[in-house]
């Protein structure tokens, strides 16, 4: 089994910056890949971004050159740096771990971006 927490979300007024990050413990094996999906009242949840554990990414198009996945193998953590927020980011944002062909989600954390 594998505990997904996360941490970092918040408000944040439009145009500006937050950090979430989302740490793995328990029966670890391969966390491939970790990503970041988000799901906004009324709308579908929705893939934000992913990273493997080779280090190629994929992101959403609304999210390209303003939102940087990276991750820290030695921590099992994966960051999500979020800049130029908008108010069209507001939504939950959950972690979402793949371990030995396990989905694994975190609890969410709620971003708010005010205009």
């Known amino acids: 089994q594998v505990r997904v927490v996360e941490s970092g979300g918040g408000l944040v007024l439009a145009g500006g910056s937050l950090r979430l990050s989302c740490a793995a413990s328990?029966?670890?094996?391969?966390?491939?890949?970790m990503g970041w999906y988000r799901q906004a009242p009324g709308k579908q949840r929705e893939l934000v971004a992913k990273?493997?554990?080779?280090?190629?990414?994929d992101y959403a198009d609304s999210v390209k050159g303003r939102f940087t996945i990276s991750r820290d193998g030695a921590k099992n953590t994966v960051y999500l740096q979020m800049n130029s927020l908008k108010p069209e980011d507001t939504a939950v944002y959950y972690c979402n771990i793949w371990d030995l062909g396990r989905i694994y989600w975190g609890q969410g954390t709620q971003v708010t971006v005010s205009s």
């Open positions: 990273i493997t554990t080779g280090g190629s990414t």
């Open positions: 328990g029966n670890i094996f391969t966390l491939d890949p």
